[in-house]
């Protein structure tokens, strides 16, 4: 099973809103990535959890906090965002290094509307 | 110079046609090569994984890496409906504990029937 989980599916906030989505996998990866992705563009990595660690952050603005709470989940906290932060947001994961396939899998993703 | 280089199209063409897409990128230190396809409002699929050069097939899907020519493929055999999507090529550098893609812009395939 190759099956990346997220919630919501569709969220919209107010600029002042404090809210969270969720990723979950359950495929023993122990890396897993935010990404954002605007319409019509490829996916645009945010940040990199390996180990339930933070390995990368792209200069994402504070108003977006990642959480590994475990290496099952992955939150990320939204608060105070733009209408400009409208977008889909997406949770991969993928293989540890030495298990065979080194690729990501992607979840469905959240879309994320801030009026 | 964009890092990978992808034709965003749309690529439009009748169903049971062959289809082929393309990325060409500048990085030699790429060894991880894929194409995901997503629809619209949806989350990329994995279709291929290729590591290195060569060539893979996946039922109508072949994929091909010239890493000497910097150049990969997607083919699509008797192309269906079904298949108009985003196509998306990713490839990345040796893997350290995870892995950051550089994806294509995409290219959008729209098959009629």
């Known amino acids: 099973d190759t099956e990346v989980t997220q919630t919501p599916k569709h969220l919209v906030m107010g600029m002042t809103n404090k809210k969270s989505l969720k990723c979950e996998q359950h495929m023993g990866h122990r890396a897993m990535y935010w990404?954002?992705?605007?319409?019509?563009?490829?996916?645009?990595l945010m940040f990199v959890y390996s180990y339930e660690k933070l390995s990368i952050n792209e200069s994402v603005p504070s108003r977006f906090s990642p959480e590994c709470p475990n290496s099952s989940l992955l939150n990320l906290h939204l608060h105070a965002l733009q209408p400009e932060?409208?977008?889909l947001y997406?949770?991969?994961?993928?293989?540890e290094p030495g298990g065979g396939s080194?690729?990501?899998?992607?979840?469905?993703?959240?879309?994320?509307t801030v009026l | 110079q964009k890092e990978v280089e992808q034709d965003p199209g749309p690529l439009s063409v009748p169903e049971g046609a062959i289809v082929s897409l393309n990325c060409t990128y500048s990085n030699s230190a790429?060894?991880?090569?894929?194409?995901?396809r997503q629809y619209s409002r949806k989350g990329p699929e994995l279709l291929m994984y290729t590591y290195s050069s060569g060539n893979k097939e996946d039922g109508r899907f072949t994929a091909q890496v010239d890493?000497?020519?910097?150049y990969i493929s997607?083919?699509?055999?008797d192309s269906q409906p079904s298949d108009s999507a985003t196509y998306l090529c990713a490839m990345s550098e040796r893997d350290t504990g995870?892995?950051?893609?550089?994806?294509?812009?995409?290219?959008r395939l729209l098959v009629s029937p």
């Open chain 2, 67 to 70: 890493k000497s020519s910097k």
């Open chain 1, 35 to 44: 990404y954002k992705q605007k319409a019509k563009k490829p996916p645009e």
């Open chain 2, 30 to 36: 790429f060894q991880y090569f894929m194409w995901y």
């Open chain 2, 74 to 77: 997607l083919f699509i055999r």
């Open chain 1, 102 to 112: 080194r690729t990501q899998y992607f979840g469905p993703g959240t879309r994320l």
């Open chain 1, 85 to 87: 932060d409208s977008a």
């Open chain 2, 98 to 107: 995870f892995q950051k893609l550089v994806f294509g812009t995409g290219t």
């Open chain 1, 90 to 95: 997406l949770c991969a994961s993928s293989q």
